[in-house]
């Protein structure tokens, strides 16, 4: 790998972790469509890229996170409230994906099982909106119930092509939410599920692999830092006035894309 490929992984990441789009599969995809050679320190620097994204998220979201945080500390329920919810949703995908992480792994990270996920997953985001199309959805905070809906529909987002941020919106949506507080809420997931995902593939990583090319770690992670501030303030503006469906006509085109530069 080298500099030049690194900034592109590190864009790539950045442009699909918050979108309904699926970064792991563009990842994969990318990846494959440069030729960059398989090794432990590919594998190592995809993991460790999606820290970029996350240190965005909370910095963006650092004034709620803070203000949550000091309430847990004072007693308040609004405090414990919201990190129960977080919990809630956080359980079902961590639970899943612990228990099948190497069926996942040797079934589902591949071009073909990602470019068939983009398609359907499209399929379905569009259904999905043009259902909800006139209901602008409830900006109240997200309930207990709803929480766990969106952390049992992020279950499928262990499917690579699905898109964690994808299923957590749509269980939203479903759940009765606007998309604004919908993607609030995903944004808000994303910090302790990618942080435990992260967490548990790098204990398997050679440390040797990283330290070898820190360069290029620092620079593909500061390029998603970067880049994820941009798309998560852009987003979430772009969802005050228009639905998800779009998203849901590039993944199928995408896939369809993909699909004819592997075969």
């Not at 919990?87 to 470019?115: D, R, S």
Request: aromatic share 14%.
């Amino acid at each position: 790998m080298n500099f030049f490929e690194s900034i592109i992984l590190g864009l790539v990441e950045a442009l699909t972790e918050y979108l309904p789009v699926s970064s792991t599969g563009h990842l994969i995809l990318t990846s494959h469509l440069l030729g960059i050679e398989q090794s432990d320190f590919h594998a190592a620097f995809e993991i460790v890229i999606q820290g970029g994204s996350i240190l965005a998220v909370i910095w963006h979201y650092r004034k709620l996170l803070l203000s949550h945080l000091s309430e847990l500390f004072s007693g308040s329920a609004k405090g414990r409230d919201f990190f129960l919810k977080l919990f809630v949703a956080f359980c079902p995908a961590a639970i899943v994906g612990l228990l099948f992480h190497k069926q996942v792994k040797a079934y589902l990270f591949g071009p073909i099982p990602v470019v068939i996920a983009l398609v359907v997953g499209g399929i379905i985001m569009i259904a999905l909106e043009r259902r909800l199309k006139h209901s602008a959805g409830s900006d109240e905070e997200i309930t207990i119930k709803g929480a766990f809906f969106v952390g049992v529909a992020q279950i499928f987002s262990l499917w690579p092509g699905t898109s964690r941020s994808m299923t957590t919106l749509l269980g939203g949506r479903f759940m009765g939410l606007s998309p604004y507080k919908a993607a609030e809420f995903s944004f808000l997931l994303a910090i302790p599920i990618i942080l435990a995902a992260t967490g548990y593939e790098l204990l398997k990583v050679d440390v040797s692999a990283l330290s070898e090319n820190l360069d290029l770690l620092l620079v593909g992670t500061g390029v998603s830092f970067v880049a994820s501030l941009f798309v998560i303030r852009i987003f979430l503006g772009f969802l005050k006035k228009h639905s998800l469906e779009v998203f849901g006509w590039y993944r199928i085109v995408a896939g369809l894309l993909y699909y004819f530069f592997i075969k």
